[in-house]
Nanobody
């Protein structure tokens, strides 16, 4: 079992930046592939970014490439999502997720563990 807690969300102006953090407890984070998803009101939860257990491989959704980056510090059991050049379309609840194994999956159903989410709001 692993517990995930997101932080760092908030209200930010168009073009601003935020860094989300996901702190894990219960098991060593290094054995898990980690990802960020987001869900806007009325929409399905969608993939944002994934990082391999070692941090050597990442993948980002097309909608955030060039603006967001994902990283991890296994010594601190923490995963980060750096978000730059934020747009109103980025407004959503952002969720951290973990899965055992090395496959850098992008589907919601591929992930076993989820945090409760942190709200990011970019007013238009």
């Amino acid at each position: 079992q692993v517990q995930l807690v997101e932080s760092g969300g908030g209200l930010v102006q168009i073009g601003g930046s935020l860094r989300l953090s996901c702190a894990a407890s219960g098991r060593a984070l290094s054995i898990y592939t980690m990802a960020w998803f987001r869900q806007a009101p009325g929409n399905e939860r969608e993939f944002v970014a994934v990082i391999s257990w070692s941090g050597g491989s990442t993948n980002l959704a097309d909608s955030v490439k060039g603006r967001f980056s994902i990283s991890r510090d296994n010594a601190k059991n923490t995963v980060y999502l750096q978000m730059n050049s934020l747009k109103p379309h980025d407004t959503a609840v952002y969720y951290c997720a973990a899965r055992r194994g090395t496959r850098a999956a992008t589907g919601v159903n591929d992930y076993e563990y989820w945090g409760k989410g942190t709200q990011v709001t970019v007013p238009s």
